[in-house]
């Protein structure tokens, strides 16, 4: 077991504030399942591993506040979950996360790098 780190360059994405201003659920999924897919593409980088814990360390450049942000780190590790690559993001897996604001960060994006903790590549050959 490994400790692995995954760069994820990803498009800010809507603020939490909007998310919430009187959106219909429908909105909600929309807009997460059409982050995901970028989430994916990114991972897709990655051979993929299966982790016991992880962190998520973000840095964004854009016009929202840093608690806006957090919705990256939630689609992110929703992701994750989704695909297996750790078995959920309670406490217990995902125990840190760090949201800076960095204008050296290409504008309108974040940078996204997710520490993974007892880190194993999956064996898709036995399943």
């Given at each position: 077991?490994?400790?692995?780190?995954?760069?994820?360059?990803?498009?800010?994405?809507?603020?939490?504030?909007?998310?919430?201003?009187?959106?219909?659920?429908?909105?909600?999924?929309?807009?997460?399942?059409?982050?995901?897919?970028?989430?994916?593409?990114?991972?897709?980088?990655?051979?993929?591993h299966?982790?016991?814990?992880?962190?998520?360390?973000?840095?964004?450049?854009?016009?929202?506040?840093?608690?806006?942000?957090?919705?990256?780190?939630?689609?992110?590790?929703d992701?994750?979950v989704?695909?297996?690559?750790?078995?959920?993001?309670?406490?217990?897996?995902?125990?840190?996360?760090?949201?800076?604001?960095?204008?050296?960060?290409?504008?309108?994006?974040?940078?996204?790098?997710?520490?993974?903790?007892?880190?194993?590549?999956?064996?898709?050959?036995?399943?």
């Amino acid at each position: 077991m490994k400790e692995l780190s995954l760069h994820l360059t990803l498009p800010k994405t809507v603020s939490l504030n909007t998310l919430y201003a009187g959106k219909h659920w429908t909105f909600r999924k929309k807009k997460k399942d059409e982050y995901k897919k970028i989430i994916e593409k990114e991972l897709a980088r990655y051979d993929h591993h299966i982790a016991k814990g992880m962190s998520i360390y973000i840095r964004y450049n854009a016009r929202t506040d840093v608690d806006n942000n957090v919705l990256v780190s939630k689609f992110v590790a929703d992701t994750l979950v989704a695909n297996g690559w750790i078995a959920d993001d309670s406490p217990q897996h995902y125990n840190r996360l760090t949201i800076v604001y960095d204008t050296t960060v290409e504008k309108n994006y974040c940078e996204v790098e997710i520490r993974l903790r007892d880190a194993y590549e999956r064996d898709f050959n036995s399943l």
